[in-house]
Structure formats: structure tokens, C-alpha cells
């Protein structure tokens, strides 16, 4: 069963508008970790933000920013005055107790277009 | 740069026949994990090694193997290549495991033809 929803599979955007990207996540553990990578064109994937789940304080990271509501089990993502660069592929990640070395369950991943 | 090193980049092969990945993980980190990413599943999980142990399986077939080493890199084998296993590799690093973040290499193409 997929443990993490990404149910936006295209946002287009112009540029300097704001992007909010939606992750909900499923598990039974009480202690787990949340992740965003990026993917851009070229493929690499590279770590954004990491939050466990005894931190429900919400950041900003210069034009990023996360919400995150373990009442709703959400994890979202805000890229504030999106940028031409902010093209490409998020995806969440869940990380749960239970798989005690760490493995990534990722969502299916939103794609994000920002145009000039 | 994640200072997660792959190699090969893109690597076409035919089908039946076998093929390795490299990885060298970040300088001090001892977990290394190796992932799939493909149009129809997505980006899956497919082993994990600490310190030259392996430590977690996910949905690895067996036709694939791999192993870590004592200086720490990884390699990925993968036998009896499928058209099916065409698809990006990536190998990621992380300090230990549970909780960490993880750092991800470029990645290898691998196209089976």
C-alpha cells in the first residue's frame, strides 16, 4: 500500500507566484522522519528539508517552508516566489521506526513548471 | 554536488546479460542504500548495507545482488537483465541510518535492449 500521497501530479505556475505542494503520509509508528527531495532536468535528486515526528514546528528556510500537522498526517511545502530554477520533480518521503535503517518510501512526486 | 559518487552514468546493455553499478558514499558515512526509479514504479527502495552489512531488503529480485566493501563503496549487480529493468539507479548515502538524511548520487541509466 502506498504510504505517501502526492496528489498533485502537475502544478504550473508563473514565476514569482507561490507554490504549495501537498504530501500526505500513513503510518502506525509514533517516532518517524519526513523528507522533501527535488529533482530537477538533470536527474539528480537533492535533499531539501528532513522533520521528525516529535517536531511540529513549522520553518521557513528562505523561500522555502513546510507545514507540518500530524493531526492530518500532512506534510506540505511552500516555495514562496517561485524562480524559473524551482522546475522540477518534489517528492516526500516517509521514513518510519519500524524499517530501523532508514529506508525512503517516496510518494509518486509533483512535478512544478514554473514559467517566465 | 551530494559527494555521492556513481559510475557509470548511462550503460546499454542487451537483454541476458549482467551488468555492475558502483557507488562511493559520502566521506564518513557508513549506510549506503540503493533505490529504483522507473515511469511505472516510481522510486523504490531496493537494499540498504551499514558499515559492510546488509541490513534491510525491500523489493529486490533476486536476478539482483550487491555488497558493500571495506573502504565502504557499493556495487549493484544486476543478472538476466529484463527490457523491464531499464531504468535509473541511484545509490544514496547517509551518516548511519534510521533518521538521517540521505545524500543520492547522479544516478546510472541503465537501457536494456
Known amino acids: 500500500a502506498q504510504k505517501v500521497t502526492q496528489a498533485q501530479t502537475e502544478i504550473s505556475v508563473v514565476e514569482k507566484e507561490d507554490v504549495t505542494l501537498d504530501c500526505v503520509y500513513e503510518?502506525?509508528?509514533?517516532?518517524?522522519?519526513l523528507f522533501w527531495y527535488k529533482q530537477p532536468p538533470s536527474g539528480e535528486l537533492v535533499f531539501l528539508i528532513r522533520?521528525?515526528?516529535?517536531?511540529?514546528q513549522n520553518e521557513i528556510s528562505g523561500r522555502y517552508s513546510w507545514n507540518f500537522q500530524k493531526s492530518t498526517s500532512s506534510f506540505n511545502f511552500t516555495i514562496t516566489a517561485s524562480q524559473v530554477v524551482d522546475s522540477a520533480v518534489y517528492f516526500c518521503?516517509?521514513?518510519?521506526?519500524?524499517?530501523?535503517?532508514?529506508?525512503?518510501?517516496f510518494g509518486a512526486g509533483t512535478q512544478v513548471v514554473v514559467t517566465p | 554536488d551530494s559527494g555521492v559518487t556513481q559510475t557509470p552514468k548511462h550503460l546499454i546493455t542487451a537483454t541476458g546479460q549482467r551488468v555492475t553499478l558502483r557507488c562511493s558514499p559520502r566521506?564518513?558515512?557508513?549506510?549506503v542504500y540503493w533505490y529504483q526509479q522507473s515511469l511505472d514504479q516510481g522510486l523504490q527502495f531496493l537494499i540498504q548495507?551499514?558499515?559492510?552489512?546488509?541490513?534491510a531488503k525491500g523489493n529486490i529480485l533476486e536476478r539482483f545482488s550487491a555488497q558493500q566493501f571495506p573502504d565502504l563503496h557499493s556495487e549493484l549487480n544486476l543478472s538476466s537483465l529484463e527490457l523491464g529493468d531499464s531504468a535509473l539507479y541511484f545509490c544514496?548515502?547517509?551518516?548511519?541510518?534510521?533518521?538521517?538524511?540521505?545524500?543520492f548520487g547522479p544516478g546510472t541509466r541503465l537501457t536494456v535492449t
Open positions: 566521506s564518513g558515512d557508513l549506510s
Open positions: 544514496a548515502s547517509s551518516v548511519r541510518g534510521l533518521g538521517n538524511e540521505q545524500y
Open positions: 503510518t502506525r509508528d509514533t517516532t518517524y522522519y
Open positions: 518521503a516517509l521514513s518510519e521506526t519500524t524499517d530501523s535503517w532508514g529506508k525512503l518510501q
Open positions: 548495507y551499514y558499515n559492510g552489512e546488509e541490513r
Open positions: 522533520r521528525n515526528s516529535f517536531d511540529e
